[in-house]
């Protein structure tokens, strides 16, 4: 279940955000009192998680970090943005959702913070699409999904968390502390 879910933080994100090639090196630094610390130099941005998640090896473009826990994941992507603008971000995160997830269902959206900066925060549910034609049928995997959309410095930021309904509300607050500690640090 686990490719599921990056597959869906890979795409909510660059429904939000235009279009960039750069990817960075994940680099935890210490393991303390049941945490990792996370840094990554190139984007300016750290973070702590709890030790019982583990760092996926999947590399794929724009994931500064990728997390899994059972069947949840965390996803900390980011790329050039020309557009700054929250709430367009936001319009256009949304409306990629309903075009690409079958039974899509908007929970949330409202302001939050990522690294000191406003962000955007974006709850849904919905499920992939089913079938080999990518029709409408419904009969995807189904999850929940959270999205906190920033932009700081000319770069588009998303944490992205999801998992399966019966997981999303139990590990919600973990994925809430995680985004309360990012840090931009450049």
């Given at each position: ?61 724009h ?36 075009g ?16 000191g900066v ?22 995807g ?46």
């Amino acid at each position: 279940m686990r490719p599921l879910f990056l597959g869906l933080c890979l795409i909510t994100f660059l429904a939000g955000c235009g279009s960039g090639n750069q990817t960075g090196p994940q680099q935890p630094t210490a393991s303390e009192a049941g945490v990792i610390n996370f840094a990554d130099a190139r984007y300016g941005l750290r973070l702590v998680y709890p030790i019982d998640w583990s760092e996926s090896d999947v590399v794929a473009e724009h994931a500064v970090l990728v997390l899994h826990r059972n069947d949840e994941s965390f996803t900390v992507l980011a790329q050039p943005v020309s557009e700054t603008d929250l709430n367009a971000m936001e319009r256009r995160a949304v409306e990629k959702y309903r075009g690409q997830f079958d039974r899509f269902e908007l929970i949330e959206s409202s302001s939050a913070r990522l690294g000191g900066v406003p962000a955007r925060r974006i709850v849904c549910r919905g499920s992939t699409r089913g079938g080999a034609g990518g029709g409408s049928g419904g009969g995807g995997q189904q999850f929940e999904l959270m999205n906190t959309l920033a932009a700081y410095r000319g770069q588009g930021y998303a944490a992205i968390y999801a998992a399966s309904p019966a997981t999303f509300e139990k590990g919600r607050a973990d994925a809430q502390r995680i985004i309360d500690s990012v840090q931009f640090t450049k």
